[in-house]
């Protein structure tokens, strides 16, 4: 129902290649794009662009465009990194386009502005109202200093700019491959354009059908299964420091002697997750016993906390209402997360959230890509970030688009996991060869 869009009617503009200023192996440009593609007459924006072309022209097959996800990680920089496969360099020119509100899009950035946040744990009604009043503040000055970009970066206008590229580079077709939130954008262009669509990869999906429960408590369980998965792990690795004791006792005795520690349990548990998010099991050790020996800074993305108030929270329908729905949402949270007492990235952007006021402007909804290619759907069944749920009901809610290909193992983003994830993702894209339904997992 989304086939077609306006961009089809935007007349193709010209990017201006020139040399990457800090990479001589990229070529970098702009593109001139509307603001508000449902006036393409009105005010207009660049975007960046960023190609790295193919080195076998010969053979080349045509564009892969590319895009880290976070939101916040600027995907013309990932195009000219060293993650894609010699043969994928060979065959392709990948193209990355920072997202609005990104990288050198417009980058949103107002993190100072949320630097002082209140509790995002509220515990009565006066808290919650305190994180309400601060969000909608924030928000206001983030609005102010951020300009129109602010209103129009959600991931379905970005798709509409996808599009405008494909034109610019003259590509009949493209081919596309998105790690965890690269995945919104890519299933609102292939819901938008699938018939420019030659080949798709979504890997570590972040399912755009989940509603605010699911948004919270799906990822709350994941965090917990992938604890589990360390528990495991060290019950058979003797140099675990952890190695036959009882690892849950630990963590909660590590709880305890936290919330007399300045920083507090919810450092800890927030450093834990992302030891499970790597996974860096070793440290995940370290960090019940004390002992950890490196810096647990925790950031992604360099504009994360600023572009998921104007991406996030217009692709989802986070809007927590009243500390009554709060706390039903905090209660299913802890009910399927008890160990680690819900997901940090699914809790925070719910949080972020708050105050955010009428319907988001991409709002969620069920997956309809049917006139777009087989869908390569990729994940680890032991993801912390996105469940391997997500994965299953992306599956299931196109079961004739889509290839599920399952990573038996742990961490988030499964691509350069293996070669068995490489080789199927290469496979596909190169040769548009159907990939096989698992790849074992390989501990490191």
Known sequence: ?????????????????????????????????????????????????????????????????????????????????????????????????????????????????????????????????????????????????????????????????????????????????????????????????????????LDSVVDHSADLRRFMGDRAAAVDDSFVEFVRWCDRTSSCGLHGKDVYAAWEAALVRADGEPLGRQRLIDSMYYALREPDWPWAAELITGTQTRSSVLSFEPNYESVRLAMVCQDFSLRIKDFGQYSRLRAEELRRSPIMRGSLVGHDEAAACVGVAGRPSNPPHRLDVRHAPKIMVLSARHDPVTPYDWAVSIHRQAPRNTALMTYEGWGHVAYPRSECTRGGVDAYLLDLTVPARSCPAVES
């Open 1 to 201: 129902m989304f086939c077609g869009g306006t961009a089809d009617a935007e007349p193709a503009q010209a990017i201006t290649w020139a040399q990457c200023p800090d990479n001589p192996e990229g070529q970098c440009g702009t593109l001139s794009v509307p603001l508000d593609w449902k006036r393409p007459g009105g005010r207009r924006i660049d975007v960046a662009v960023a190609r790295r072309v193919a080195t076998d022209p010969a053979r080349r097959l045509g564009v892969l465009v590319v895009d880290p996800g976070g939101p916040g990680g600027s995907a013309a920089e990932f195009a000219l990194s060293r993650l894609f496969s010699p043969e994928l360099r060979a065959r392709f020119d990948i193209v990355g386009i920072d997202s609005r509100g990104t990288g050198k899009s417009l980058a949103i950035r107002c993190a100072d502005l949320v630097a002082d946040q209140p509790t995002t744990y509220p515990s009565d009604e006066a808290e919650f109202a305190a994180l309400l009043r601060y969000n909608q503040d924030a928000l206001a000055k983030c609005r102010a200093r951020s300009g129109p970009i602010f209103d129009h970066a959600d991931s379905a206008l970005v798709a509409q700019d996808v599009d405008a590229v494909r034109q610019a580079l003259g590509e009949r077709k493209i081919s596309y491959l998105g790690l965890s939130y690269g995945t919104v954008l890519g299933q609102a262009y292939a819901e938008k354009f699938g018939h420019r669509l030659r080949a798709m990869v």
